[in-house]
Nanobody, 121 residues
Framework: QVQLVESGGGLVQPGGSLRLSCTASGGDFSISAVGWYRQAPGKQRELVALRTRGGLTNYADSVKARFTISRDSAKNTEYLQMNNLKPEDTAVYYC???????????????WGQGTQVTVSS
């Protein structure tokens, strides 16, 4: 069974850093693209960062120069490095990954379970 498992959330003081992980397991596939979303209480889910199939990355204005996407293909894991965190970054963070079946063009989209990030002093 295919799963996307997120980890790395927690409580951090303003100005601190966290690194979120999103690991895919349960099949012979690679992560071909990923989007990181967040949802704060009472707000809509928003896209904060993405990596396209071609490797291009893009970030929401609110997180530019603070958040960075990276990947470890061997581990089928995507990361979101978050630096200089602010209270307004507090939210549940989700990864949304496009998985491509190895040796084919078959793709499917999956969501992680979400991980809470709280920025507070």
């Amino acid at each position: 069974q295919v799963q996307l498992v997120e980890s790395g959330g927690g409580l951090v003081q303003p100005g601190g850093s966290l690194r979120l992980s999103c690991t895919a397991s349960g099949g012979d596939f690679s992560i071909s693209a990923v989007g990181w979303y967040r949802q704060a209480p009472g707000k809509q889910r928003e896209l904060v960062a993405l990596r396209t199939r071609g490797g291009l990355t893009n970030y929401a204005d609110s997180v530019k120069a603070r958040f960075t996407i990276s990947r470890d293909s061997a581990k089928n894991t995507e990361y979101l490095q978050m630096n200089n965190l602010k209270p307004e970054d507090t939210a549940v963070y989700y990864c949304n990954a496009e998985l491509t079946l190895l040796g084919s063009s078959v793709r499917a989209n999956y969501w992680g379970q979400g991980t809470q990030v709280t920025v507070s002093s």
